[in-house]
C-alpha cells in the first residue's frame, strides 16, 4: 500500500542521517514508515504510492490556505521570470516589511531571515547586545529552533526523541538559559530574583504548538509582561507558528499583549524558507548595519520566498474573514472530536485554539510540559496509524499541534470526524 515510501525510505537511511531532514519527519515517535509525498493540492496530500490524504499539518503551520493556492503560485511564477537571487535590496522586500508592520501590532521595523531558527537566535542575540545582559528564560517544552541557547528543556522533535537537552550545547552557553514552566508566573519571578540585572529577555511561545497545542492564561501572558517591564527585561513573542494564523495579527493580538520583540516564519514564507524578527524601533536599531548588533545572510530577503510571503501575507490582510473561517473549521473538528470521544470512555483532554489543536490521551489539563507528558503516546501511535490508514495526516507525535487550513469544506471536515470515530473505537478496544 506504501510500498515506493518503504524503498524511498530504505535508500534514504543510507545517504542521510535517520533518513529525513528534520527528525519529527520519521515517524519515531508513532512508530512505522515515513510518509514520501509526491504532490499536494488545497486540502490533499498525494504520495509516492498515489495514496490521498488530507491533511492536518499543512507543512507544519505555513499552507494556511492549503497547498499550491492559485495566488502563491502566480506570484512565484511571476518572480521566477526576473532571477532567483540578486543579493541586492529589492522592492519586494520594502513591501513585504511594511505589510507585516501594517499587521503584526507591536512590530514597527523588521528584518528577514530564512527560517524560524534564525530568527529566534538572531532575536536573542539583540535583546543580548542591547541590555548588556546574557541570561535569558525560557519555558519547559517551548521549541525555538535548534539555536544552542533553546535547547534546554526544548519541545516538538527534542522532547519527542527524548533529547530536550541536547548533547553538543556548551555547558556555558547552557547555563545562560534559564527554564521556567509555562503558565507560572511565580516561577518566573523567582528566576529573575534569583538573577539580578542578569536577566536579558523572556522568550515564549504565546500558544504553546511544541508540547501539543498549551493555551495560556491570559493572566500570565498579562504578568510577563509586567514583570519584563519592571526589570529592564525584553519579551519575546515567538510567534513562527501563531502569527498570522491565530489572527491578523497573531497571539498578541488576540490576548492583547504586546512584546518587545516577535519572531515569525512558516506563514511569512508562504511555504517558502523564510523567517522574520522585528519589534519596537529603537531595539530593531539596534541591528547591524543601523546599529551594532550583527546580523546578515546571503539569500535573506530572497526574492522568489518574499513574492510568495507577500502574496500571502496581502490575501489575509485583505480577506479578514479568512480568520472567521479558520475559527469556524477549528469549531467544528474539536466539537466532533470530542463527541466521539464521550462515547469511547477513554480518557483525553482536548487543548484547541482557532486553528490549532492537540488531543491528548490523558484524564489531566494540559497547560504545562509536565501535565503534557502524563499523555499516553503509546496510545496516540495508534490513533495516529488508525488516522494515517483511513486518508488522514496528523502531525507524527503526541507533542505537537495540528493546523488547519482554510481549504478543509463542510464534507472533508465530515470525513475527518468519520475516521476519528473509526480509530478511537478501534483503540478504545
Ligand atoms: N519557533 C517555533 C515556535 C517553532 O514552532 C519553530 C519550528 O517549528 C521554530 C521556531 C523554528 O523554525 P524553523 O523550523 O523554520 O527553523
Redesign the pocket.
Known amino acids: 500500500m506504501r510500498e515506493n515510501s518503504q524503498q524511498l525510505f530504505d535508500k534514504a537511511q543510507q545517504f542521510i542521517p535517520g533518513g529525513v531532514n528534520s527528525p519529527v519527519r520519521a515517524f519515531k515517535a508513532v512508530g512505522g514508515t515515513p510518509v514520501f509525498m509526491k504532490s499536494a493540492k488545497g486540502p490533499y496530500l498525494f504520495d509516492e504510492d498515489g495514496n490521498r490524504y488530507i491533511e492536518l499539518i499543512n507543512s507544519?503551520g505555513p499552507m494556511v490556505l492549503g497547498h499550491a493556492h492559485e495566488i502563491i503560485e502566480k506570484a512565484v511564477s511571476d518572480a521566477l521570470q526576473r532571477s532567483f537571487s540578486f543579493g541586492a535590496p529589492t522592492r519586494k522586500e520594502v513591501e513585504i516589511a511594511e505589510l507585516i508592520v501594517l499587521m503584526v501590532p507591536s512590530v514597527e521595523k523588521i528584518r528577514m531571515v530564512n527560517?524560524?531558527?534564525e530568527a529566534?537566535m538572531s532575536a536573542i542575540r539583540l535583546a543580548r547586545g542591547y541590555t548588556g545582559r546574557d541570561k535569558m528564560i525560557k519555558f519547559e517544552g517551548c521549541?525555538?529552533?535548534h539555536g544552542d541557547s533553546f535547547l534546554i528543556a526544548a519541545g516538538?522533535g527534542a522532547v519527542t526523541f527524548g533529547t530536550p537537552d541536547s548533547p553538543g550545547v556548551p555547558k556555558g552557553v547552557a547555563n545562560d538559559t534559564l527554564t521556567a514552566r509555562y503558565n507560572d508566573l511565580e516561577h518566573v519571578k523567582e528566576l529573575i530574583e534569583a538573577n539580578p540585572n542578569q536577566v536579558a529577555a523572556i522568550i515564549l511561545?504565546p500558544v504553546a504548538?511544541?508540547m501539543g497545542c498549551v493555551v495560556p492564561d491570559p493572566a500570565f501572558l498579562k504578568g510577563l509582561r509586567e514583570l519584563s517591564t519592571r526589570n529592564g527585561i525584553l519579551l519575546i513573542f515567538?510567534e513562527?507558528?501563531t502569527g498570522f494564523r491565530l489572527s491578523r495579527g497573531g497571539a498578541q493580538e488576540r490576548f492583547g499583549v504586546m512584546p518587545d520583540l516577535t519572531?515569525l516564519?512558516?506563514i511569512i514564507g508562504g511555504g517558502m524558507p523564510v523567517?522574520a524578527y522585528g519589534g519596537r524601533k529603537e531595539i530593531m536599531d539596534y541591528v547591524s548595519p543601523a546599529g551594532p548588533v550583527y546580523q546578515a545572510g546571503t539569500l535573506s530577503g530572497n526574492p522568489i520566498a518574499m513574492a510568495a510571503g507577500y502574496a500571502m501575507l496581502d490575501y489575509l490582510n485583505t480577506h479578514p474573514e479568512t480568520y472567521q473561517t479558520l475559527e469556524d473549521i477549528g469549531q467544528k473538528l474539536a466539537t466532533g472530536i470530542k463527541n466521539s470521544l464521550q462515547k469511547t470512555g477513554l480518557s483525553y483532554t482536548l487543548n484547541h485554539i482557532g486553528s490549532m489543536l492537540t488531543l491528548f490521551f490523558t484524564d489531566k489539563a494540559v497547560f504545562d510540559f509536565e501535565s503534557a507528558k502524563t499523555s499516553d503516546t503509546a496510545l496516540f501511535g495508534r490513533y495516529f496509524h488508525e488516522m494515517l490508514n483511513q486518508g488522514v495526516y496528523l502531525a507524527p507525535s503526541q507533542y505537537e499541534s495540528l493546523f488547519f487550513s482554510t481549504a478543509l469544506t463542510d464534507a472533508h471536515i465530515a470525513l475527518i470526524l468519520e475516521a476519528n470515530e473509526n480509530a478511537l473505537k478501534k483503540i478504545s478496544r
Open positions: 507544519w527560517s524560524g531558527t529566534t521549541y525555538h529552533g516538538s511561545e504548538g511544541n515567538d513562527v507558528m519572531t516564519g512558516k523567517g
